[in-house]
């Protein structure tokens, strides 16, 4: 069988149409990302002049033999940082549990417990499958209203963007990154996944999992006055 390949337009107006069309998808390819680089502009900081905020909120990002990847590993340092420097107060660890052999929240817990942050400080929630979920379990089921995010700086507008869809006045702190294979492909998917963020900010889907609330958060906000 013979296949036929796609013949380009042969007259001028026909190119110029094709030309118009090419133009035309790069354009809403790229209107996702453009938007989270517009709506964050302001909103991201470092952990030296981030404001004092009650909770802060780490992303998953893996796990290597049972223990925070290093990209997972710095964004915890980060959270460390700041708790013991008195910018924040809780931290939410936030991230994959969806098998037993895989979580992420109580990996992230044990990490920060050796760096400085006491247990009662951390809460756990095991059901934040992507950034979606995760903020918006924060605002529903953590009641968080205002919350400092922690991520790679190729992630972080895109969690500030949907947390503030989601109800949670947020600023994000992209801590650094080597850049290496896992950085490129990060910030590749980012041009995709960007999409995905602008139909979660518009419809605001429910998240894999929801449940009851949970008084986390407020307990630990309690443990530490």
């Known amino acids: 069988m013979k296949i036929r390949r796609p013949r380009l337009p042969r007259t001028r107006k026909g190119q110029r149409r094709l030309v118009q069309v090419v133009m035309a998808v790069c354009v809403l390819a790229l209107l996702p990302a453009t938007w989270l680089y517009v709506s964050t502009a302001d909103r991201l900081r470092t952990t030296a002049d981030v404001p004092r905020t009650d909770v802060?909120?780490?992303?998953?990002?893996?796990?290597?033999?049972?223990?925070?990847?290093?990209?997972?590993?710095?964004r915890l340092d980060a959270a460390a940082k700041l708790y013991r420097a008195g910018r924040i107060k809780v931290v939410l660890v936030t991230g994959d549990n969806s098998r037993k052999d895989y979580d992420e929240p109580d990996a992230m817990r044990a990490y920060l417990g050796k760096h400085g942050v006491p247990d009662d400080r951390?809460?756990?929630?095991?059901?934040?499958?992507?950034?979606?979920?995760?903020?918006?379990?924060?605002?529903k089921i953590f009641g968080v209203h205002r919350a400092v995010l922690i991520s790679q700086g190729f992630h972080i507008?895109?969690?500030?963007?949907?947390?503030?869809?989601?109800?949670?006045?947020s600023y994000g702190i992209g801590v650094a990154a080597k850049h290496d294979a896992t950085w490129y492909y990060g910030g590749t998917r980012e041009v995709f996944a960007a999409g995905k963020a602008a139909l979660d900010a518009v419809f605001h889907p429910d998240p894999t999992f929801l449940g009851p609330r949970e008084p986390g958060v407020a307990r630990a906000l309690a443990a530490g006055r």
């Open 157 to 169: 507008r895109r969690a500030v963007a949907l947390c503030e869809a989601a109800g949670v006045a």
């Open 122 to 139: 951390i809460v756990s929630d095991y059901a934040g499958f992507d950034t979606w979920d995760s903020c918006v379990r924060a605002r």
């Open 56 to 74: 802060a909120v780490v992303f998953g990002a893996g796990l290597w033999d049972g223990e925070p990847s290093p990209y997972l590993a710095h």
